[in-house]
């Protein structure tokens, strides 16, 4: 399994990005996407998740800004981030659940996309 995000860059406050996770070479079935975050000197947390229900979760600090949606067909997983602040500035990873078999799960990441958010 890998998983390629992409779509990070420099925007303006006020400004917005969509990211975008693909899931290649995945032969399982997806439980649910998530989307994290780390800033410089700080822990890594979780900015959004789906699951596949298409029930969402948010962090407090993102909530009416950004939103995920998945494309099933595609295993594909998506963050709109609108009205950024600088203080959303940090490389982003997503993750996949996977159920690798019954009662197993496995969670991949990818490689982080970074979003600078310059005020």
């Given at each position: ?73 595609k295993d594909t997983v998506y963050l709109q981030m609108i009205d ?20 197993v799960r496995g969670v991949y990441w990818g490689q982080g996309t ?6």
């Amino acid at each position: 399994v890998q998983l390629q995000a992409s779509g990070g860059g420099l925007v303006q406050a006020g400004g917005s990005l969509r990211l975008s996770c693909v899931a290649s070479k995945n032969p399982f079935n997806i439980a649910a996407f998530g989307w994290y975050r780390q800033a410089p000197g700080k822990q890594r947390e979780l900015v959004a998740s789906i699951n596949s229900n298409g029930g969402t979760n948010y962090a407090d600090s993102v909530k009416g800004r950004f939103s995920i949606a998945r494309d099933n067909a595609k295993d594909t997983v998506y963050l709109q981030m609108i009205d950024l602040k600088a203080e959303d500035t940090a490389v982003y990873y997503c993750n996949v659940d996977l159920h690798l078999r019954i009662g197993v799960r496995g969670v991949y990441w990818g490689q982080g996309t970074l979003v600078t958010v310059s005020s």
